[in-house]
C-alpha cells in the first residue's frame, strides 16, 4: 500500500514536469512523454493499491464455502456427513 502511494507521489511530480515543459514549444515533445510516463505510473500505482487478483478469487470461493455450509441446500443432501467421513478416512491413512 506504501508503495503505491510513493508511486502516486513520483506520477504527480512527473505531471508537474510535464506541464512545464509543454509550455515552452521547444520541449513540448519531452513534456507530452513525461506526460504518458506519468500517466503509466498512475495506473501502476493504482493496480498496487488494488488487492490482487488471486485473492480476491480466494475469498470469494472462502465466502461460497461458507455459504454453502451453512445453507439448507447442504443439509438436505446430507454432504456434510459425507465431507466429515472422507476427512476420518483420510486422517486414518495419514493423508
Known sequence: ????????????VLVVVAVLLCVSILLLPVGLLLGFA????????????LPRPRDIDKGVRRAARRWWRRSPLSRKRGLRSRR?????AARRLGL
Do not use: K, P, Q
Not at 500500500?1 to 504527480?12: C, D, E, N, P, R
Not at 506519468?38 to 501502476?44: I, T
Open 38 to 49: 506519468a500517466l503509466r505510473l498512475y495506473g501502476m500505482g493504482f493496480r498496487l493499491l
Open 1 to 12: 500500500m506504501i508503495a503505491g502511494v510513493v508511486v502516486w507521489l513520483v506520477a504527480s
Open 84 to 88: 466429515g467421513r472422507a476427512r476420518r
